[in-house]
């Protein structure tokens, strides 16, 4: 019982740090990105290449629109406008962006990141869509565990494991049928070239 309250705490005070960014309705919608078919979710994991360890997970959505589940991240663009963890307007462009921040020298780390395309009916990707934009706000260290628990409550993906580890659900996502997998990396992706964008943080630094 002890255990439990105390786990029952730490998740209360976990949560209570999560970070609420509203954007406008006005900047949602001149930000708003349709990629038009095929339906689709793309996992992106975060891999540290010094340890070996997750870092980070976020789900690509391209459902009515396209838009990145990025859970307590730290991805932020000015023609990206983010609602509670969704950012909008996700042209190609600025997927290569989200690319670029993630697979890359950092800090004295180097990353790359397995990305992992799922083709869905378009209802499924709307459920998702949805799910996404009615989660809200995800506190630090939450990323696997919010991603994965929003895909359970999703029909086809009943026996994805809830987890809190990134490389965990990634390895869960990719054995589901159909799922295309590649991994980018800072020689392959030629980070922060030629996508005309810039590198910035959420405290709006610029990272080189």
Same mark, same amino acid.
């Not at 960014?21 to 994991?45: M, N």
């Not at 004295?108 to 799910?131: C, D, N, R, T, Y």
């Given at each position: 019982?002890?255990?439990?309250?105390?786990?029952?705490?730490?998740?209360?005070?976990?949560?209570?740090?999560?970070?609420?960014?509203?954007?406008?309705?006005?900047?949602?919608?001149?930000?708003?990105?349709?990629?038009?078919?095929?339906?689709?979710?793309?996992?992106?994991?975060?891999? +540290?290449?010094? +340890?070996?360890?997750?870092?980070?997970?976020?789900?690509?959505?391209?459902?009515?629109?396209?838009?990145?589940?990025?859970?307590?991240?730290?991805?932020?663009?000015?023609?990206?406008?983010?609602?509670?963890?969704?950012?909008?307007?996700?042209?190609?462009?600025?997927?290569?962006?989200?690319?670029?921040?993630?697979?890359?020298?950092?800090?004295?780390?180097?990353?790359?990141?397995?990305?992992?395309?799922?083709?869905?009916?378009?209802?499924?990707?709307?459920?998702?869509?949805?799910?996404?934009?009615? +989660?809200?706000?995800?506190?630090?260290?939450?990323?696997?565990?919010?991603?994965?628990?929003?895909?359970?409550?999703?029909?086809?993906?009943?026996?994805?494991?809830?987890?809190?580890?990134?490389?965990?659900?990634?390895?869960?996502?990719?054995?589901?049928?159909?799922?295309?997998?590649?991994?980018?990396?800072?020689?392959?992706? +030629?980070?922060?070239?030629?996508?005309?964008?810039?590198?910035?943080?959420?405290?709006?630094?610029?990272?080189?």
């Amino acid at each position: 019982m002890f255990r439990m309250l105390a786990a029952l705490a730490v998740s209360l005070l976990l949560s209570a740090c999560a970070e609420s960014i509203w954007a406008s309705d006005e900047e949602i919608a001149r930000a708003t990105y349709v990629a038009g078919p095929p339906p689709a979710i793309t996992l992106f994991t975060t891999i +540290n290449d010094r +340890n070996g360890s997750g870092a980070h997970s976020a789900l690509l959505i391209n459902g009515s629109q396209r838009v990145l589940f990025d859970p307590a991240g730290t991805f932020s663009h000015p023609r990206s406008p983010e609602r509670d963890d969704v950012h909008f307007g996700m042209s190609d462009r600025l997927v290569n962006f989200y690319l670029d921040y993630h697979a890359r020298d950092g800090d004295g780390e180097q990353f790359h990141v397995i990305e992992q395309k799922l083709l869905l009916s378009p209802e499924v990707a709307e459920m998702i869509l949805q799910k996404a934009l009615q +989660n809200g706000a995800v506190p630090k260290a939450h990323c696997a565990n919010s991603i994965s628990g929003l895909l359970r409550g999703v029909p086809g993906f009943e026996g994805l494991s809830r987890t809190w580890f990134p490389k965990k659900l990634a390895a869960d996502f990719g054995k589901l049928p159909g799922v295309q997998e590649r991994i980018v990396t800072e020689e392959n992706d +030629n980070p922060g070239e030629g996508h005309g964008v810039v590198l910035i943080n959420k405290k709006g630094d610029r990272v080189n």
